[in-house]
């Protein structure tokens, strides 16, 4: 991988954080990751006219993962909610991984390698750090460690379902373009269910600031989307799971949370245990 490839992909592990970030910001963070979805889908449909039409095979992919991105964004934004940014972030993107392997040994029987093995161990021990207040303490918050997990399993099925349909679609960005257009509409749904007309004027209020999270989201996507043409799609995955480490650095030094210096440190550690299993 070149100097340019690995400059662009850490910037997009930085953008993926900082929009999380955004995220628990707000006041209410089912509002404001629908607010960023709504963004996103703007600025999806100025994309819209440039991209190729994807093929209808990978249509229910599309629809698949529309749904499985909106159970994600549900259940980050709960998340958020009940837990530290510097705990739930780590906990959910480094899960992923794990369930990923844990299905792919249930499933299609691959048998895990040694280096496999301690890297899921690597992962676990790391999660089991960011559970606790203090090291030997129980679980701090079961809902909130539960909300981060439930999180990692739609990551984990919406990764699995983009795999698939992106490579039937014969457009990876109308793919993306299509899947991000549509997506606003259930999780609209969902939000204005639960929080009523309070919506409009909270999404009005803090327009501007979720339509720059928004661009950071898509730019990101796409900055990957273009390094996974450029570099093995395996070391594009690891390198960019050192957001990781950049939700840590966040959380201790931005939202000032307890137990920022040992989290940094779990946190690189369950960041080097996924390079490790992706690659």
């Known amino acids: 991988m070149d100097l340019l490839v690995t400059l662009a992909v850490l910037s997009a592990a930085f953008l993926h954080a900082i929009w999380n970030a955004f995220v628990k910001t707000g006041d209410d963070q089912l509002i404001s990751i629908t607010g960023i979805a709504a963004g996103s889908t703007i600025v999806a449909l100025f994309v819209f006219p440039f991209v190729v039409a994807p093929d209808m095979q990978s249509w ?22 009940y837990s530290d940014f510097s705990s739930a972030y780590p906990i959910a993107r480094g899960t992923a991984p794990v369930l990923i392997t844990a299905w792919s040994f249930i499933f299609l029987h691959n048998v895990l390698s040694t280096r496999e093995m301690l890297a899921v161990l690597g992962i676990l021990v790391g999660i089991m750090v960011f559970s606790t207040r203090k090291l030997g303490a129980v679980v701090n918050d079961r809902k909130a460690l539960m909300y981060a997990l439930l999180t990692a399993l ?6 699995v379902v983009d795999g698939i349909g992106v490579r039937l679609s014969g457009s990876i960005g109308g793919y993306m373009v299509w899947m991000t257009a549509f997506e ?13 007309p309070k919506v409009f004027t909270a999404l009005a209020h803090n327009a501007p600031k979720m339509l720059f999270a928004s661009m950071m989201a898509v730019g990101g996507y796409w900055i990957i989307l273009w390094a996974m043409t450029q570099a093995p799609i395996a070391l594009v995955a690891a ?14 030094f931005y939202f000032k949370e307890p137990s920022g210096k040992r989290r940094i440190v779990a946190a690189i550690i369950v960041c080097i245990s996924v390079v490790i299993l992706r690659l």
Do not use: D, K
């Open 60 to 81: 229910p992919y599309i629809f698949a993962s529309i749904l499985l991105h909106v159970g994600y964004m549900i259940f980050l934004s709960q998340a958020y909610r």
């Open 154 to 159: 739609f990551i984990a099925s919406y990764t």
């Open 184 to 196: 606003i509409v259930p999780l609209f749904i969902y939000t204005y269910a639960r929080r009523g």
């Open 239 to 252: 390198l960019r799971e050192t957001s990781i480490i950049i939700a840590a650095l966040i959380g201790a």
